[in-house]
């Protein structure tokens, strides 16, 4: 019987299953290579940010980025594709995440200027809440949340506090 809805294709089921799922031996070889992936585009972002290394290590750096944010625009197309709702999937926090981790490689391609948006790269250290399963653990950010607003208060005074013997004892030496 039809439901109206018109039915996924098996190559989208199968790809989704494979990016989605670690039940499979494929599923987990593209969790490691995704993971393996994104330590090394953040350990390239730290390197580039140490000048003896940006100038003699500058190129490959480069090159590096460029070929992970091709993948992990590869990633991202592909998961929109193989998402039951990719506008669902594009406003989520991960889909989120994913976008904001790519899109400062081309900003700053196309906008002179723009390389401080690169320390945004960093949040591909987020996508390995998804690929370890550890999303379900967000949501206690919530309880830290709560109860940082609860104690704006004291932390204010706290840090006003801090800051006056900073000045204080910085005049004083």
Do not use: C
């Not at 790519?102 to 200027?113: M, V």
């Amino acid at each position: 019987m039809h439901s109206g809805r018109p039915r996924r294709a098996a190559w989208r089921d199968t790809l989704a299953n494979t990016i989605d799922s670690t039940d499979t031996g494929a599923g987990r070889l593209f969790d490691l290579v995704l993971i393996a992936a994104i330590l090394l585009s953040v350990l390239a972002v730290m390197l580039d940010s140490v000048r003896p290394y940006q100038i003699r290590f500058g190129t490959v750096l480069r090159q590096l980025e460029w070929t992970l944010t091709i993948l992990f625009t590869l990633e991202y197309v592909v998961r929109l594709i193989t998402a039951r709702h990719a506008r669902v999937y594009a406003r989520s926090f991960f889909g989120l995440v994913d976008l904001l981790s790519i899109l400062p490689t081309y900003i700053a391609l196309l906008i002179p200027g723009a390389q401080y948006l690169l320390i945004l790269r960093v949040l591909r250290l987020l996508r390995i809440f998804r690929i370890l399963k550890l999303a379900r653990y967000l949501s206690e950010a919530s309880v830290l949340i709560t109860t940082l607003r609860a104690s704006v208060a004291k932390i204010t005074v706290f840090l006003a506090v801090a800051v006056t013997m900073v000045v204080i004892i910085g005049t004083l030496m």
